[in-house]
Nanobody, 125 residues
């Protein structure tokens, strides 16, 4: 059973930066495409980033955060990171890590095999 554990969330001021991480365990990490999503109160889940298997050769970033957020994976540590810069209050949300064998499922968010519990990111104005 794959487990995903996010870390690194917290409170940051507008314009600040934050790096959140997701540790993958219980399976062969390089078999999974990985992704980041977020959900703000009262809003639907939003795709943020997709990172292809096995080595992150293809990375897609949502237009809403492009130029401010970058995503990466480290197969030696079984982790994916989301580096967030120039944060805005509208970035406030719970950020979730996702894992699936197929990159397409990560892009769509549909039928994703595994989800983490999420980490809260709050951006103060």
């Amino acid at each position: 059973q794959v487990h995903l554990v996010e870390s690194g969330g917290g409170l940051v001021q507008t314009g600040g930066s934050l790096r959140i991480s997701c540790e993958h365990s219980g399976g062969s990490f390089n078999l999974y495409s990985m992704g980041w999503f977020r959900q703000a109160p009262g809003k639907e889940r939003e795709f943020i980033a997709a990172i292809s298997r096995p080595n992150g050769g293809t990375i897609k970033i949502a237009d809403s955060v492009k130029g401010r957020f970058t995503a990466s994976r480290d197969n030696s540590r079984n982790t994916v990171d989301l580096q967030m810069s120039n944060l805005r209050p509208e970035d406030t949300a719970v950020y979730f890590c996702a894992a699936d064998f197929t990159y397409g499922s990560i892009l769509s968010g549909d039928d994703v095999m595994y989800w983490g519990q999420g980490t809260q990111v709050t951006v103060s104005s």
